[in-house]
């Protein structure tokens, strides 16, 4: 079964810095491409970024270019994300989410509130 | 950016009845490889993460109730639910995995009327 388990959420001031991080389980990891989505409060699903199985590609939003780093650890099977510069719009439950052909499967998420 | 357009908003149908769901892409999303189209929809209950229903825009996922069907192609789809049931309340997204950035329907709540 496959288990993602988002960690390192919490209240930030604008302008800070938080770094999230996911730990995988039930599936082969190093063969996943793994992305992060957001969701604010109240609102829809937004894609933030992507990494290919061995970190060599990484594409992001518009809105998060510049400020956000996506990173994978496959030896400890982690994925993380480096959240820089962060602003009220970044409020939202961030998703570790397992990517594929076939669908993808989501984390329980960890919320992330930037605030002062 | 591809836009995916579901309609509508909410949604109300009396237990047992069928719901209908649809979503519009701004463009083709067909995978030109196998000729399938590459969209996923989602189900979320309050308070819990998006699960997979329907991928490949027509194959529902295992352990998903036959009662889920998906369908359309190009920019047209449809998600049915064919006798709504109680635990089906939830809001459904769509969403495209044809290139990034990866874009998601706004949604549809599902209620019980």
Redesign the interface.
Known sequence: EVQLVESGGGLVQPGGSLRLSCAASGFTFSNSWM?WVRQAPGK????VS?INTDGSTT?Y??SVKGRFTISRDNAKNTLSLQMNSLRAEDTAVY?CVR?G?????????TLVTVSS | DIVMTQSPDSLAVSLGERATINCKSSQSILNSSNNKNKLAWYQQKPGQPPKLVIYWASTRESGVPDRFSGSGSGTDFTLTISSLQAEDVAVYYCQHYYRTPYTFGQGTKLEIK
Not at chain 1, 44 to 47: C, D, H, N, Q, S
């Open positions: 992305h829809g699903l937004v894609w992507l594409i939003a518009d998703y990517g052909t076939d669908g993808w499967y989501w984390g329980q998420g």
